[in-house]
């Protein structure tokens, strides 16, 4: 059982000013139902000193892509810029919609994460929104975890298998649960989660074992805090969204 979940984001590969973009990822809001993105994704090469490459993403419900992609590259362009008219520049070589890709997000448990001669990192055992852009983070940490394993365990394959879920469950179940609990804050037709998002992050920051929390979990390397508490999270959907 993977649900789908109903927003999902339109991305367009662009080239930036390196001195406008190339700090961090960038975001604009408008409640929870708009958001913008644009993500450096390294140097532009063959376009000259000055350049980058990035992506560009806009947060759209799955049910109303078709209208979006409809409205053709000009009307994309156009709800951009309204929006954000920095982000809006960047799209203005976009030629038609097929130049664009659209990404839907699913919810993947596929504990125990193996069967047979077969297992599973990242993604395939563990999917959850990008709402906490560390997808890539968990995966690498999976493959150390794994190699690790392997390794302590002398490459008995059964028990380096044990040894690996031991070691990551905890940390992969807690980034599945706070994705699932955060992405209505962002990514939903409810101005008021919107409202609270605005108020209470800013004030979780200044609170130091808070903020400490927030990074932990932004980087990976916050786990469940109660062990026995890890299965029934691990089993436990949350409405993915509205």
Known sequence: NAPLYPWGAVW???????????????????????LI???????ALGEGAGRINAALFWSVRVEDYDGLRARGAEGFRRAVTATWPEAGLLVKSLRTM???????????????????GVVLIGDAAHAASPVLGHGANLSLADGVALAKAFRVERGVFLR??????????????????????????????????????????PLARAIGPLERLMLAT??????????????????WRLPPGA
Not at 12 to 34: C, E, H, I, K, M
Not at 222 to 232: G, H, N, Q
């Open 12 to 34: 367009v590969n662009v080239s930036a000013d390196a001195a406008t973009w190339d700090s961090a990822l960038r975001q604009t809001y408008r409640d929870a139902q708009t």
């Open 160 to 201: 380096a298998m044990a040894a690996y879920r031991r070691d990551r469950r905890r940390f992969t179940s807690w980034a599945q649960w706070i994705a699932q609990l955060l992405t209505p804050l962002f990514q939903s037709k409810s101005r008021f989660l919107a409202w609270l998002r605005d108020r209470i992050l």
């Open 98 to 116: 097929d130049d664009a890709s659209f990404a839907t997000y699913r919810h993947v448990n596929a504990w125990p994460w193996g069967r047979g």
């Open 218 to 235: 932004l980087i990976g390397k916050a786990r469940m805090p109660i062990p026995s508490i890890t299965r029934l999270v691990s089993r």
């Open 37 to 43: 993105g644009v993500l450096p994704t390294g140097p």
